[in-house]
């Protein structure tokens, strides 16, 4: 038998010549399907596909020609099956309107959630926050990073842009003041009578008061000592205002509150809404034209998969809500099918429904040139989002078909000279931080705790008191 001659890299002309001929088989088959949809009439050679679509249907009833079942009435009409997953896997979705009340349940409460980026364009609450930001210190420090980052660039001597601009460096020193000097989290609030600490006694409708701060629920702690047994409150504000005052909370807080910071000092802001209970920021980088993700809890910048593959968590809808509408970021986040959860709150057709009302409603009153730039903005980061779709499958060919290690698969699929390839911000597993924020028992309630029992988080010891926690 002879020798087998040495594989040859994959490198990017592999991988492009391999997507044309995937693009000109795809293009054909369609074509053709296309032809006999219209004539009513069978292909001289029918494909592989066409045979093996043939046998496995051998033992269904006949049905007509074209794309619909056969809908004669006799004594098959009880056996008739739907059309082929062939003939309808192409067709693009078309935006429909919720009819079940699953579905407009749903589309109530994205349309209550897109309210919350309005609140962030307040002038009297903005200018508070300014007064609240050491702006000498973040402006400082943004400079010297965009200072530092432009030398870097020029140092390559290829005429590259820095990786980020003045402004991004500003959001990036005001993620770390936040983080470190501002805010802090809520485990258990500690006793307001002797300091100790507490435990959970449920929860209790919120006062008029925590109520007119936007509090929908209060958690009730009781004092752990025995001879104390007071209570204390946690009502969970949603009044960003109120949360500039207490300057404390878990998750929903800290990303409402960081939010509309970055808004204060110019970033263009969403707030992302995860269904399966956590949210965050995403800023738009004018250098890189797109929108990066932050997340304040963990101190995360432009790092999407930190959820999937350094908390273990499986996630569903990821909505990004801003000023000029909504956006389904899903698949910034969730690049692999097992990290994915079940979209069982509406038909895809109703969520693009949902999307386009909302993104019309935010953008009714907005210039024509101003429309145009936004629309040219949801095409660019639409691209985006189904270059993340690409490269899995383009990995999971590398790694499964042509036996190739997933380090090496990962180098070949990002060996695209562009600005930002779909593969730049996949970390290796082993680099992904496990979750900082939260107690281990909390963080595994939620199937958040990923790998954060193999090691100190984020390089600090775990009572490190730097953590600022």
């Not at 693009?23 to 009513?40: A, I, P, V």
């Not at 009730?220 to 205002?241: H, I, M, N, Q, T």
């Not at 600005?419 to 939620?446: C, M, V, Y």
Request: with cysteine; charged share 25%.
């Amino acid at each position: 038998m002879a020798e087998q001659e040495p594989s040859r890299g994959y490198d990017e002309a592999w991988a492009k010549d391999l997507r044309v001929q995937f693009e000109q088989l795809l293009r054909n088959k369609r074509l053709t399907e296309l032809d006999r949809s219209r004539s009513g009439q069978s292909s001289p050679a029918p494909s592989r596909d066409d045979a093996l679509e043939a046998q496995a249907s051998s033992s269904l009833p006949p049905q007509s020609p074209g794309l619909r079942p056969s809908t004669s009435s006799g004594a098959l009409s009880s056996t008739t099956t739907p059309p082929s997953y062939r003939s309808l896997r192409s067709l693009p979705k078309i935006p429909s309107p919720p009819t079940d009340s699953q579905s407009k349940k749903f589309r109530n409460l994205l349309l209550t959630l897109s309210l919350m980026p309005t609140k962030y364009e307040n002038p009297g609450l903005l200018d508070e926050a300014l007064q609240a930001l050491p702006l000498e210190r973040i402006y400082s420090e943004a400079q010297e990073e965009s200072e530092v980052l432009a030398t870097i660039a020029e140092s390559m001597g290829d005429g590259r842009r820095p990786e980020w601009g003045y402004q991004d460096c500003v959001i990036r020193a005001l993620l770390r003041w936040f983080k470190r000097a501002f805010f802090t989290w809520v485990n258990n609030p500690p006793c307001p009578v002797c300091y100790s600490p507490t435990v959970a006694s449920g929860a209790t409708p919120p006062t008029p008061d925590e109520a007119a701060y936007g509090a929908l629920r209060t958690e009730l702690y009781r004092c752990s000592a025995a001879s104390c047994g007071a209570y204390e409150r946690f009502p969970r504000y949603g009044d960003v205002w109120k949360l500039m005052q207490t300057r404390r909370g878990r998750c929903g807080e800290w990303a409402n509150c960081f939010s509309m910071l970055c808004r204060a000092v110019g970033g263009r802001v969403r707030w992302v809404w995860n269904v399966e209970d956590h949210v965050w920021t995403e800023v738009y980088s004018e250098m890189q034209q797109r929108w990066v993700h932050v997340d304040a809890c963990e101190e995360s910048w432009d790092n999407p998969r930190l959820y999937t593959d350094g908390w273990g968590k499986k996630m569903s809808y990821c909505i990004a809500f801003s000023v000029d509408g909504a956006t389904d970021v899903t698949r910034r986040y969730v690049r692999k099918a097992e990290q994915a959860a079940p979209r069982s709150r509406c038909p895809e057709e109703v969520l693009l429904y949902i999307i386009n009302e909302i993104r019309t409603s935010r953008r009714a009153n907005t210039l024509k040139d101003e429309r145009f730039k936004l629309e040219k903005e949801d095409s660019r980061e639409d691209r985006e989002l189904r270059g993340y779709v690409v490269t899995a499958i383009a990995h999971s060919v590398v790694t499964g078909m042509m036996h190739v290690s997933p380090s090496e698969a990962g180098s070949t699929t990002s060996s695209s000279p562009s600005r930002h390839s779909a593969s730049e911000d996949q970390k290796l597993p082993a680099e992904q931080p496990a979750r900082q924020s939260g107690t281990d028992e909390w963080a595994r309630a939620r199937g958040e705790a990923g790998s954060r029992n193999n090691g100190p988080r984020n390089g600090f010891p775990p009572d490190d008191p730097s953590r600022g926690r």
